[in-house]
């Protein structure tokens, strides 16, 4: 969830939650016939942490998805992932897995800048070639783009997933629609981000 939503009344609730990455936060959810409950405090202790993890982690990667392949100006190949589930971007947290289930390999040793623009959608690119400083920033485009569009927006920050983790790699300007790149200790081959982010049509989750 953005941590924008975190707000106070429901931070006491949720002592639980941690922080993942800039701007997200970590929470488990109750996925019923017609709404979706945040768990509490209580919940969780009821349930037992390491159970809930492990129940959480089992239906998560259940959670239906398509892949595609994306190339937004012919240059690095992105792979975008999108469901109808608004816990497919959720996905992004066990990345290397879900890269195996999609693809049938898992990512590279260097992981794989991913971008997670709306609840329905990630797209990430394997550090594996020399198109890293491209994927970054078509990676930066897709998500500005899908992240404006919606719906369930996200964040439209690029993150280097790294052995688990998730760390910041662009830095976003609302006020001039601008992308620049973190302080943050980035992969391998430092990438410039996009300054003039484009938007991307493809790979787009498909809802009901």
Known sequence: MRRDQLRPELAGALCYARTVADGLVFAYAL?????????????????????????????????????????????????????????????????????????????????????????????????????????????AAYAFGAHEDGPGALSPQVYWWHRGGLTSLTVIDHDTRRTSASSRTPPPSRAAAAQHPRRATRGRPRLA
């Open 31 to 139: 996925d019923g016939p017609t709404t979706v409950r945040l768990l509490t405090d209580p919940d969780v202790e009821r349930a037992g942490l390491e159970e809930l993890g492990e129940a959480a982690y089992a239906n998560l990667m259940r959670v239906p998805v398509e892949r595609e392949e994306v190339s937004v100006e012919g240059r690095a190949l992105l792979h975008s992932v999108y469901g109808d589930s608004p816990f497919v971007a959720s996905k992004a947290l066990f990345l290397s897995e879900l890269a195996r289930q999609v693809t049938g390999e898992p990512l590279p040793d260097a992981g794989a800048p991913v971008v997670v623009p709306t609840r329905h959608l990630l797209a990430y690119h394997p550090i594996a070639d020399g198109s890293l400083a491209d994927a970054i920033n078509d990676l």
